[in-house]
């Protein structure tokens, strides 16, 4: 049995349901059905019981479950274990955004917790670069924003939250419910430098070309709108500066909160905080 297939496994039988499995998994249904269906046909019995309203554990399933449990447990503490034996007790996470965000602290507590003894070194990069620096070979893992080139890398969601204008208070659109992106078409936006990622910069101009001051750092973006009265976007939910409103925002995806890392990259370190993140974002 691999591992992966156990997690699998583990996964429906905790939700005993396929679709929220598949969701907590980040994956499909029909490749996880299959898994299953693959895994009893190794084992030589049923591990659950399907109906329409969803599935329940046969006996072997529930024997299975405690097992796999132990063995997924015991694979985690090897690779820990194994990993700070080959000195990789250390893991440089790179950061954009707002540190208020309450899921970052949380995932700092959560991981001082469970690994006490791992030194994390934090690199703050500015919006000219959404992967902080994984790309250069400067960090291990990134906390950051969608969407951006994913070439050679490995995207794990970990939230969306809507997004709305940042505009001055005393801005006459301040005071709106919501706004839609053809009202904002004759406003000046902040932009980001030339070569910045174009996904990126197509995402924060609202799918359009715009015009206005060139920024690099969201304490940048906050005086381009106090000053210039410029329009930009956030996230909604963090907190902003006096002076400054927010105004939810009609037809834009919601800006997804992700952990990424170089694809292939075997660090244990890596899964360990990614999985902690999720569950922390989650909250």
Known sequence: MELRTLRYFVAVAEELHFGRAATRLHMSQPPLSRAIRQLEAQIGALLFDRSGTGVTLTAVGSVLLDEARALLDHADRVRERVGAAACTATLTVGILGDGTDPG????????????????????????????????????????????????????????????????????????????????????????????????????WHGGAPREGPVVRTVQECVQAVLWNGTVGLAPLGHRIPAGLAVVPLAGLAPSRVVAVWNEGDANPLIRSFVETAAAAYRR
């Open 104 to 203: 970052a602290a949380r995932l700092a507590d959560a991981h001082r917790r469970q690994h006490p003894g791992l030194d994390i070194r934090i690199r703050d990069a500015d919006l000219t670069d959404p992967t902080c620096g994984l790309r250069a070979g400067l960090v291990d893992v990134a906390l950051t924003r969608a969407p951006f080139d994913g070439t050679a890398l490995t995207v794990r969601e970990l939230r969306a939250d809507p997004v709305g204008v940042v505009l001055r208070a005393d801005d006459p659109l301040a005071h709106r419910e919501r706004l839609r992106l053809a009202e904002l078409d004759d406003r000046r936006w902040f932009r980001f430098p030339p070569g910045t990622d174009p996904r990126w910069q197509s995402y």
